[in-house]
């Protein structure tokens, strides 16, 4: 689903619907309990959430960093899906390198196909943009460990630990 904000030619989720691997939608045509990607969740995603994304679907809200936070806002509280935040990931992507969180449309897609045990669709996904070999190898580590949990509890534990060992501490 596109929101806007950004040059639609450099959208990597507007990469995905052209190369066949998504359907753009308007947000109100999204499955009821679709899993929607939107960092101001405030589920994590959890392997757990596999059969969800199975049964009814993946949704990322493709939308600018710097002006569509507020669009995030009003979808996270006008609808009621499935809604999960990423857990803690680096950016591969050559605009937000290295920044915790801040991923590209197909960044966060990838990472929720590989959390949620479908990790040959999120390396084909990646094997279509230059940088996403450099998204992998970042997070190759964290994905496996989010991959590994049980449940949400255990994928916040994991993140905590990642956090910790990066020297950032929460709360």
Known sequence: MRLGGDDPKLS????LVRLGYA????????PPHSIVLNPLSQEILKPPDSALLLRHGLAVLDTSWNSGIEDLRKIAVKR?????????LKAGNPVNYGILTKLSSAEAVAAALYITGFKEYSLEILSKFKWGPTFYELNKEYLERYSSAKSADEVIKIQEEILKSMNIHLR
């Open 80 to 88: 009621k899906y499935e809604q999960r935040v990423l857990p803690v």
């Open 23 to 30: 359907t753009r939608i308007h947000v109100n045509d999204i």
């Open 12 to 15: 990597t989720a507007m990469k």
